[in-house]
Every structure is written in structure tokens, then in C-alpha cells.
């Protein structure tokens, strides 16, 4: 409990820009991929990005081109640049470490695009 903490949501108009952060024990941070998760209401919670711990990344097709995902290994964070945001976009965002099927999951964070 309380090994990914996250910070950074909040309220933006369609265009603008969030970064997202994810501070993890060091533990989980060296040893684990690391991931953003999103779930809309009433949707299921879908993969967003990830960073290998030797830093290659992957994105949702949705995302591409619009996020970035990065790790900082002297602070074991990680964080979610995210620009051009859309309506579509709004949902609650979860770090994750390891894979869906993890215990290793933050408490969320709100993300909502709306003017």
C-alpha cells in the first residue's frame, strides 16, 4: 500500500497539456516496467503506455504522437506528458507497476477535458 503514489490531474480545455506523476519505492522502480492505465465511466481500464525499466516505451494506438511517457531513475518516477488532450481523453489515470495483473497500482488521479 501507498508504493505508487500519483499526482498531477485535473481540469483542461481540449489542446492543453497535463503531466502526470508517479512517485514509486525504489524497490518497485528498479525492478519493474512501469505503466498509465485509464479508465473512463463505465468503461473498462485500458492500457495507456509503458516504460521498460531500460526505458523503451509503448503507446495506445489512441495516444500516439500526443504522449510521452518517461522514468527518472534519481527521483523513481515516473511521469505522463500528455498534450493535445481530447474530450475522449477525460478518465481516471492509474500508474501501475509490473503488468494489469500487478498488485502494484496507485490510487489514481482525475483527468478531465472539457471547455
Known amino acids: 500500500q501507498g508504493q505508487l503514489v500519483e499526482s498531477g490531474g485535473g481540469l483542461v480545455q481540449p489542446g492543453g497539456s497535463l503531466r502526470l506523476s508517479c512517485a514509486a519505492s525504489r524497490s518497485i522502480f528498479s525492478n519493474y516496467p512501469m505503466s498509465w492505465y485509464r479508465q473512463a465511466p463505465g468503461k473498462q481500464r485500458d492500457l495507456v503506455a509503458t516504460i521498460a525499466v531500460g526505458g523503451s516505451t509503448n503507446y495506445a494506438d489512441s495516444v500516439k504522437g500526443r504522449f510521452t511517457i518517461s522514468r527518472n531513475y534519481a527521483k523513481n518516477t515516473v511521469y505522463l506528458q500528455m498534450n493535445n488532450l481530447k474530450p475522449d481523453d477525460t478518465a481516471v489515470y492509474y500508474c501501475?507497476?509490473?503488468?494489469?495483473?500487478?498488485?502494484?497500482w496507485g490510487q489514481g488521479t482525475q483527468v478531465t477535458v472539457s471547455s
Open positions: 501501475n507497476a509490473g503488468s494489469s495483473l500487478s498488485r502494484y
